[in-house]
């Protein structure tokens, strides 16, 4: 099993650009998330979706919109990229039945944005 | 206040030494706790859950404490592999099972 993916490792933008990062699971996650991680800021939730067709704002949503494609991919969108969004952006999938932490999050490798 | 707070560290331990630290959180109905392990510039990795009754993993010990509301991981013979940023992280019971990070704390092991 390849886990979570995320796709692009890398991406440089320029203001006001747009672009969707990719992610898919292969581990059956009913659950699927979008976080940023920006030094001293920790893991902060944009989106999330609890299951497949359904999706919520997280913490950080402005800016960013989601697609639960199905179940195994989770998409997330920057319609006009700002500055303010460079950071390194986590896709993550949780709930496996017949699991004990059935809450525990498995993460991709990570997207790093830099918008000029 | 934030709802989950970590030491950022750096916590400087020589290598066989044991560290401890701890992470408050804010909310008493929280669900469940978890300890995840990050290093740099890598994705977060479950280290290990942490159970009311506390709970060990080799090297590691996570415990609980409910009535003061924190959470501790002890590395016992620190480890150059054990270098790291701890991130704690708690289930408060909100829709969608979402999960909320600390900070962090970072852990650096040296000869």
């Known amino acids: 099993n390849a886990g979570v993916t995320q796709t692009p490792k890398f991406q440089v933008l320029k203001t006001g650009q747009s672009m969707t990062l990719q992610c898919a699971q292969d581990m059956n996650h009913n659950s699927m998330y979008w976080y940023r991680q920006d030094p001293g800021m920790g893991l902060r939730l944009i989106y999330y979706s609890a299951s497949e067709g359904t999706t919520d704002k997280g913490e950080v949503p402005n800016g960013y919109n989601v697609s639960r494609l199905n179940k195994r991919e989770f998409s997330l969108r920057l319609e006009s990229a700002a500055p303010s969004q460079t950071s390194v952006y986590f896709c993550?999938?949780?709930?496996?039945?017949?699991?004990?932490?059935?809450?525990?999050?498995?993460f991709g490798p990570g997207t790093r944005l830099t918008v000029l | 206040r934030k709802e989950v707070e970590q030491d950022p560290g750096p916590f400087n331990v020589p290598e066989g030494a044991t560290v401890a630290f701890n992470c408050t959180y804010s909310n008493s109905a929280s669900q469940s706790f978890f300890w995840y392990r990050q290093d740099c510039r890598k994705e977060p990795k479950l280290l290990m859950s942490?159970?009311?009754s506390g709970n060990e993993d080799g090297r590691f010990t996570a415990q609980l404490n409910r009535a003061s509301q924190y959470i501790s991981l002890l590395i016992r013979d620190s480890k150059l592999s054990d270098s790291a940023t701890y991130l704690c992280?708690?289930?408060?019971?909100?829709?969608?099972?979402?999960?909320?990070f600390g900070g962090g704390t970072r852990v650096l092991v040296k000869p």
């Open positions: 993550a999938g949780a709930g496996l039945a017949g699991t004990h932490d059935w809450d525990e999050q498995f």
């Open positions: 942490v159970y009311s």
């Open positions: 992280v708690v289930n408060f019971g909100a829709a969608g099972n979402k999960l909320t």
